[in-house]
């Protein structure tokens, strides 16, 4: 790839590399002022239109125009699936200004003085004909803080003297590990801004790689990192990128913290001056903070107003996002991989390209921040985006056998779900291997032949026959070292050689960075897949890392376990779902301590937590939706009193909190009395009703749990058409009435009739009424007493 190029090369390149083939060289700037004012009368003469296929939204075009005034270039991306807000990328030559423009966002960096790439906006939409000057970098604060530390970078490397946290930090074989990174050149074409970026001698290049979602203006933005130094060097610390907010001094941290069986915790505090880490250093994503963020300004209160900035990483691996106030009370945020414990060897020739680090921005609070997340992620992120299947209503058996499975077990309960209206019978652990309880098995992934004596095959059939898909539990990434596996290949594991290896739930994990263990993997999962009708894996990961060695490899590449084994992960579940496109996936683990949007990118749904008490199931779920879709949200009813609480819930409550996201039942059937079978059926028959509202549409939280003694959510369909409104009443207190519910998102001049689907509305409640009124006068519902729920849907007429 050239750093540098002529004008004619700079017009056959736009042509037919940048148009026709997704790639091309970059071209400097002065050499693309050329290419522009070639490309400019090309295109006043021809008028062409240029039609080009973008990447990033799949299904939309890109209409390229070149505009003559101050030699910059127009890119307009405008989205077939809906033909609304498009992405614009905007370059203006003469003050190496960058804009990008998507949904309500107006993203803005520049090339300073130094050569340095900064951030010059990120927020509201701002008119196309704003003018930015040049970048200039920050002045610093006295000689502590010296201009390099307080310029709000892009993308910086460790060197000179630079004290915030630093995008990528390299150590050269003579130990050097000075790096200056400078501007040399962009590409601006395919729906993607490319800013190339170089150390001061060392050839060492960056490219910074920047893709906003036309939709939402979500921008994904990544760095690739290429050695041509012509010798390996060690990547010590690297960042996907860095999002620096407008100056302000009153800003407040969303993020959320957790623990098996306690996860989604929302927290919220202030931005101060140094530093906040959220992180995972537990080799996968971890539970104790997911790595998402949202920042808006402490006064805001309202669930739908003010301005929010937020971000997530697409990274399953140990990762990191840090949350730093600099000594001009600038706000930065730096994320990708973990640098606890990190190095990865880049030989010479090689590149680095890091996970995705996505960003938004909404005017209109957290609630619409998480409405942005939502629609990017069905839209444009999920396997099958813009168009995921809806989740099929599943059973799972293992809140109701655990590891007690075998076939007429299973058939038992596979003719009770199918009477409910089930739509997939899913047997979780316990059908391979020697697995009697969680002491053995894992790495043998033959079935059992003592339960299962006739393969899966008899129980598939059944299943299928009752009308419902099959899926099954696997946890690929793991080994008891009672196995046969672990007998045959003990060094499989992360192991530090000659130490301890720390067992969770009596197992280790196995290497996936190894080769050999990738193929092992990917060649019983193949054969599963192949031998068997299976529609749905539910992968699961049940312990996180320890002595996380890899002593096969040179010293200096053991490090690269962190990436490697994340990638291999990856590419396992990318193979398997090219091969069995009709099977889904689901992320487990042990709950929701792997939920990301890199995993999000290639499974199908997620199991937020073990914790499947319908009432803690309202922290958990609402923390969850802040940053991801209800439409990935499994929610099991299982049997109460629940084994986490020993709470007591009616059926309806457990069906009805279930319902809010994507519905399941995890309980056990045969201690069902018909009663519950009757409920039970008519409420799967209903969600089923609701289903595309829940999953698919807007979301507003009314009312929080942690605020009160009244959880109300409420969704509206794309459409417009259906609303549907879920209100759980914690414990009424002093004859109090449950809080009056105030809707939102609706058409303020359309009538929608109201139908309580479960419980009551209060009396009086009029039978149909306008957007206006159900948004201004509200509506009263009658709960009282402890732990009751209801819900109820508005029709458009
Ligand atoms: C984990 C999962 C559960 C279940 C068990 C099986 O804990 O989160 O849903 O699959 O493993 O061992």
Redesign the pocket.
């Known amino acids: 790839m050239g750093v540098s190029c002529h004008a004619t090369d700079c017009m056959a390149n736009y042509f037919f590399n940048k148009i026709v083939v997704n790639g091309g060289m970059f071209c400097e700037a002065q050499h693309c002022f050329w290419k522009v004012s070639i490309m400019n009368v090309i295109s006043l003469l021809a008028g062409v239109v240029l039609k080009l296929s973008y990447h990033f939204v799949q299904k939309s075009l890109i209409r390229l125009s070149v505009l003559g005034i101050f030699g910059s270039v127009l890119l307009t991306a405008s989205s077939l699936a809906a033909q609304t807000a498009p992405a614009r990328m905007h370059f203006d030559v003469d003050a190496k200004v960058f804009r990008l423009d998507g949904g309500d966002v107006t993203y803005v960096l520049g090339v300073n003085g130094e050569g340095q790439v900064q951030t010059l906006y990120w927020g509201k939409h701002l008119p196309e004909a704003e003018h930015f000057d040049a970048a200039r970098p920050s002045q610093g604060n006295a000689s502590f803080d010296p201009p390099v530390t307080t310029t709000p970078h892009e993308y910086v490397g460790w060197g000179g003297a630079l004290y915030v946290q630093p995008d990528l930090k390299i150590t050269f074989p003579d130990g050097n590990r000075d790096l200056v990174l400078k501007y040399v050149s962009n590409k601006v074409g395919d729906g993607e801004l490319a800013i190339m970026m170089k150390d001061i001698s060392r050839e060492v290049y960056v490219t910074l790689q920047y893709q906003m979602d036309p939709e939402t203006g979500i921008l994904r933005r990544s760095a690739e990192v290429e050695n041509r130094t012509g010798a390996p060097f060690t990547i010590e610390q690297v960042a996907s990128g860095t999002w620096n907010l407008p100056r302000g001094t009153d800003y407040r941290l969303h993020y959320v913290t957790g623990r098996w069986a306690g996860e989604w915790h929302l927290q919220e505090q202030p931005v101060h001056g140094g530093m906040t880490v959220l992180e995972s250093r537990r080799g996968t994503t971890g539970s104790q903070n997911n790595p998402w963020f949202m920042i808006d300004h402490a006064i805001t209160k309202d669930q739908d107003e003010g301005s929010v900035w937020f971000g997530a990483l697409g990274w399953s691996g140990s990762w990191q996002i840090a949350v730093e106030q600099d000594a001009l009370q600038q706000v930065r945020v730096t994320g990708g991989p973990n640098a606890f414990d990190f190095s990865y060897l880049v030989k010479k020739g090689d590149r680095f390209q890091t996970p995705y680090f996505y960003g938004g921005y909404s005017s209109h609070g957290v609630g619409d921040a998480s409405r942005l997340l939502h629609r990017f992620e069905v839209d444009s992120l999920l396997p099958h985006a813009p168009t995921p299947k809806l989740r099929p209503v599943l059973y799972?058996s293992?809140e109701a056998t655990?590891?007690r499975v075998d076939e007429p077990g299973q058939v038992a309960l596979a003719e009770k779900a199918a009477t409910l209206g089930v739509e997939r019978f899913v047997m979780?652990?316990?059908w391979f291997g020697q697995r009697k309880d969680?002491h053995a098995g894992l790495g043998d992934w033959y079935v059992n032949p003592q339960k299962f004596p006739n393969g899966l095959k008899p129980l598939i059939n059944k299943v299928h026959s009752l009308g419902m898909e099959f899926g099954l539990?696997v946890?690929p990434e793991m080994v008891n070292p009672d196995s046969d596996l672990y007998r045959k290949h003990p060094d499989w594991v992360l192991n530090f050689s000659g130490r301890p290896q720390t067992e969770g739930r009596n197992q280790l994990v196995l290497n996936l960075a190894r080769p050999d263990v990738h193929a092992y993997v990917l060649q019983w999962l193949d054969k599963l897949l192949t031998e068997n009708d299976i529609s749905f894996i539910?992968w699961?990961y049940?312990r996180n890392w320890a002595e996380p060695g890899w002593p096969a490899v040179p010293v200096g590449e053991q490090k690269n376990v962190y990436v490697d084994f994340t990638r291999n992960f990856y590419d396992i579940l990318e193979q398997m779902r090219k091969k069995h496109p009709n099977t889904e996936f689901e992320s487990?683990?042990?709950?929701g301590s792997r939920v990301d949007l890199g995993v999000m990118h290639l499974t199908d749904e997620v199991?937020p937590s073990?914790n499947t008490d319908a009432y803690d199931r309202q922290f958990i779920q609402e923390g969850f939706t802040y940053a991801y879709t209800p439409g990935v949200m499994m929610a099991w009813v299982t049997d109460s009193p629940n084994w986490v609480n020993h709470r007591t819930l009616s059926l309806d409550y457990r069906f009805l909190s279930a319902m809010q996201g994507s519905l399941g039942i995890g309980a056990n059937l045969n201690n069902w009395k018909p009663e519950d079978f009757a409920t039970a059926k008519q409420m799967v028959a209903t969600y089923k009703g609701i289903r595309e509202t829940v999953q698919r549409g807007s979301l507003y939280r009314l009312m929080s749990p942690r605020e009160g003694e009244a959880t109300v959510t409420e969704s509206v369909s794309r459409d417009g058409k259906q609303a549907v409104t879920f209100a759980f009443l914690h414990s009424s207190t002093q004859n109090y009435p449950f809080p009056r519910i105030y809707l939102r998102g609706l058409d303020e001049n359309a009538v929608y009739d109201l139908k309580a689907i479960s419980g009551k509305l209060s009396p009086g409640t009029p039978a149909f009424a306008s957007g206006a009124y159900l948004m201004n006068f509200g509506v009263d519902v009658d709960l009282r007493g402890d732990f009751q729920a209801m819900a109820f849907t508005l029709s458009r007429r």
């Open positions: 799972n293992w655990e590891f979780d652990d316990g969680d539990w946890e539910k699961d049940n487990c683990s042990g709950g199991w073990d």
